[in-house]
């Protein structure tokens, strides 16, 4: 079946602008989370959405991002006021959220987002 | 809060040669851990998994991963490489599947 879809692959902006970053998850998972990844690091945590809610969202930076999931399965992630050091590839991830930490979480291709 | 170190950035090998990956983990209470591959251009691939079952863990593509706790370490092996092995592979570390915390990567290249 589907994989985890994102959208645009890139994203191109200037330093200020607002961005929206798209994500669809595998048909069926109630779990989703987006991972933030900068040149020559790991992923980063930034958010874990359980249905419509966002049961952590410990990770984010800062105020200025802001991550939904209405219907509990496309999420948007969106960032105000980008900033340069906002550039790197955004991953999401989704898993069936059977409980524990069994579950195993299946990755989109990622956004590369480049703010100029 | 828990988190991995992989020692080496890079790591090299001829093809045929054993692969050894390292990875050590750190976590309060007992972990969940992973080994994830990405090839260029392409999104994280699960390799395996540790979850409290059997200490050692076979994978796909002959990898495998040993648990030892008393070494605090997870470290990812494969007996002979192939070139298609040649990929960054993230270890990373759980303790309730929400937050998820990688190491930095380490990059294998296998030369002919």
């Known amino acids: 079946g589907a994989g985890v879809s994102q959208t645009p692959s890139n994203k191109v902006t200037e330093k200020g602008k607002y961005v929206e970053l798209r994500c669809d998850p595998i048909?069926?998972?109630?779990?989703l989370y987006w991972y933030r990844q900068s040149l020559g690091q790991g992923p980063e945590f930034l958010i874990y959405f359980q249905g419509t809610g966002a049961a952590d969202d410990s990770g984010l930076p800062n105020d200025r991002f802001f991550a939904v999931r209405p219907e509990g399965s496309v999420s948007t992630l969106k960032i105000q006021r980008t900033e340069r050091g906002d550039s790197a590839v955004y991953l999401c991830a989704s898993s069936l959220n059977t409980g524990g930490g069994t579950d195993t979480q299946y990755f989109g291709p990622g956004t590369r987002l480049t703010v100029l | 809060a828990q988190s991995v170190t992989q020692l080496g950035s890079h790591v090299s090998v001829s093809e045929g040669a054993l692969v050894l990956l390292r990875c050590n983990y750190s976590s309060s209470v007992p972990p969940y851990l992973f080994w994830y591959v990405q090839y260029p251009n392409q999104g994280l691939q699960l390799l395996l998994k540790?979850?409290?079952?059997?200490?050692l863990v076979k994978g796909i593509n002959g990898f495998e991963a040993e648990f030892k706790k008393s070494e605090t370490s997870f470290h990812l092996t494969k007996p002979s490489a192939h070139m298609s092995d040649a990929a960054e592979y993230f270890c990373?570390?759980?303790?309730?599947?929400?937050?998820?915390?990688f190491g930095a990567g380490t990059r294998l290249t296998v030369k002919p």
């Open positions: 048909s069926g998972h109630t779990a």
């Open positions: 540790y979850t409290s079952a059997a200490t």
């Open positions: 990373a570390v759980t303790a309730n599947n929400n937050d998820m915390r």
